[in-house]
């Protein structure tokens, strides 16, 4: 059984039962995921696909479009660089485990996209932020094929 | 054309930072019970069942649609057990109005039940779908709060924030089941500690654990149950995808398709003069004045002014959740249903110290997922 | 008196052990997809989904309904993720079946889909209310094999376990979708290891990942879209508690009352003369024989009979899984819908190599918890 | 977030999300759950409720009967002996690792008990057992209110 579990007396509050519910999962990611993964790895390059009926650039790529129910086959090439949509200066995490200092989660609108792309800002204070900006992405030198492939996007 | 449906019974459980004394089951069935007492009737008069709870992520519990049954007291009945996000609980009364008027039960019990205070630590789960691309619900709706603040400034500053969480706390304050009932000023608000910029502690919602229950009944069994039914007058549903190019969240197309789906159903043209309150999820201050833009009570940026102006106060022209709101009692999926419970007794004209004068059309608003889950449930006094 | 509603089309995935080359909701698009083409119907036609899949204790997969909209083409639309345990699909199906005749929708696309290949450890999770009084489904299984087989003996014996394997195993030979096509013998299963007697590894299913879905339609829309749909005649669910005093799992109350549930609203009173066929939940060998029974095909105890004479053969007199059932294909709750897909295919006479000749009333049937779950849906030529 | 997941790479095969669904929980049981933990732990006693109604003794005891939905207030000691309703000898885990040993897993009722109760075996071959037989609960020294405070019932 997964997970691990035990009785603990709560005295006059009831029994508690403690435990983690533990589940090791290897999820296939679809084929779609893997080129952007590797493109990220090895070229950081972003990719995202484009609809073949509404040419939206779909952002994380997937072989069909969402809104279209159609295939979306045609890889594009997205800018590492974009705009600003919005972001929010964040203390700490919902556990309430304080940051020492506060993360800028951001929203970007990279050129060539039809979607937001989500990450963090740095080289930058949070009251030097603001809606509109230019950010480029700074890639970092240990890459693995994820988001965190990017260190941060500072302004430009 | 579709059979008339009504809520006859309606049940919370007091939502509380961490019910110890009771297990999941306990919790679900305080409601269940409270709902079947109001209504009046017994369990066995009940033909199915609709139970809306967590995912695993949520609260570490599993698969309780395999063990809730007892609890409701409703052995060899239909059980469904639903999830839709944040929407879960509103999802659940939902599908029991599609069992009623599907012709195939005449009455359904509709519960939803989260016990947060269970999962111990951890935030809302990754997508493993989408590789790192969903935000957290708070980070989420710290940058809806800075949109719309942007977009909409000066009409919309923080303040009006913060006057939405006084008024709800003053509203919970009547409401016995609230689990925070302490007033606060809005200078208060705007003196608590940021936690994701521009949304402040007190900006941000309480989590409890509570559950919720509705009896709903077809046409003949309702009038027989109830004097005054709350009826099934508009439902609107709308579930976009995540990741969507073009999504605003200062004014999200989910909910005002919801909405428009609804008003079409309940043949409502002028919402503001023909309804008479709403209760929406609140899950953050702003969020109140984005859904009472997006519902169409006023246009985009007027939602400051609304609150400002006491429009949305428990005694003013448009009352907004006077039962206090999310800001009030999060209990998770069942928030969702706490909406529609208040707007129904609201209609029925047995919702206590917070009941508004008058009432004869409510609505209930719920959002879930990364914005993209939408709820709107009109009640009417006529059928 | 409920509104008519047929299924119009369907599509399922190949079965495989493991799909390492599609995601959670592109397996589930590539079911969807085939069921609209089967349809001959867009995506934009669907008006609502209703999602099941596994909880995250099965395949470790976080709140699918969050992402799944995308993948099934319908942003705007209402979706509903549902879960009862094993039933998961079949209950997908059933709220679809209230979704449309509510009367507020035409056409609702059920959609289940299940990969537990991704989980990588772990058998299924405790019952945490329960402190530990829960069996893993299969000692459940061989428990209840051994009650039924002492109840019955010589009548039934394992030798009528290891011949539904091999009869069902030789059907999975005409379904290119099946996962195990290879034909056994019965003297293979009885000579293959014992896992938790009396059952051994043959006796024990496979696991898949999947993905089923069919198109359910309102009369008019049906009528227009296919020539020969597969009417919904009539439909039971019942949901047992767990711990249950005088439960009798060589006869289970569950699948007795949802099958009778449905014979009243099919007007059925003789099931074996009046149905043409049952694809039932045969997650293990015996299993088939204690369905067989508690749906009323034959006597308790002359399941064995009813295999060893050939009477449910794909050639006999009344087939039992002509499809192979879950002995051939298992992929978790969507292993539920493909019964009612397989039968829904037979009535429609689209169910290919394994088409039973003049089919016009055939009945799926899914169990799923601690045996507490039980759906039957039957379908007819006939409105 | 809870759980920890990774990119690997999967080759023709598509990439793999690798990672580990890490739920720690504490659930409270109830009051009824309580005592029936630390009647185990401290009295080895098995303590059901009876249903104010229908009057079946039922485990593990609820403050309401699942099938009248009234009160199930009144406890009853049921004995720690009973009867074999039905048994499997088990050879290996779900996931196919094989046991030393099979683990003879079975429902006993036990006098007085209205549910089924489930535990295993011990001191007797599998072949030995047979349903309708009389076992007893052998319990442990070291108890910690779970049903692991019974080691397993022996034939008597
Ligand atoms: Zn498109
Ligand atoms: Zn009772």
Known sequence: MPGKSGIQ??????????????????????????????????NRRIMGVRCSRCEAVLLPPRPYCGFCFEPATEWVEVADEGELVTFTSVQGDPDAAVFEEPRIRALIMLDGAGVHFPHVLGEVAPDDVSEGMRVKAVWSEDRNGTLSDIKYFRPI | MTRAAAVVGAGQTVHAD??????????????????????????????????GSGPESWEGVNRPEGWIGPALGVPGKPILRVHTGGTTGAAATIAAFYHVTSGMFDVVLAVACDKPSERVAGGLPDDEAGAGFTLDTRELAAMQARQYIDRHYPEVREEHGAMVVAKNRGNAAKNPFAQVRTPVAAKDVMASPPVATPLKELDCPPLADGAAALVIADERRARKIASRPAWFAGLGTCSAGAFMPDFDMAYPEPCVRAAQIAYQMAWIYEPLRELDLVEVYDAFSFQELIWTEALGFCNPGEGGKMVEQ??????????????????????????????????????????????????????????????????????????
Chains 1, 4 share one sequence.
């Open chain 2, 310 to 383: 006491g429009i949305t106060a428990m005694d003013g022209e448009f009352p907004v959740n006077p039962s206090g709101g999310i800001l009030s009692a999060n209990p998770g999926g069942a928030g969702a249903m706490l909406r529609q419970l208040e707007a129904a007794l609201q209609v029925m004209g047995r919702a206590g110290e917070h009941q508004v004068p008058g009432v004869k059309k409510a609505m209930a608003h719920s959002w879930g997922g990364a914005l993209q889950f939408s709820t709107v449930t009109i009640f009417s006094h006529r059928m």
């Open chain 1, 9 to 42: 007396s709560g005295g006059s509050q009831g029994v508690g039962v403690e435990g983690e519910l533990s589940i090791p999962y290897r999820h296939a990611a679809g084929r779609h995921a893997e080129r952007f993964s590797r493109e990220m790895r090895d």
């Open chain 2, 18 to 51: 961490r019910r110890t004394d009771v297990s999941v089951p306990e919790l679900a069935r305080e409601a269940a019970r409270r709902a079947l007492e109001d209504a009046g009737i017994r369990a066995r008069d009940v033909d199915a069942v609709v139970f």
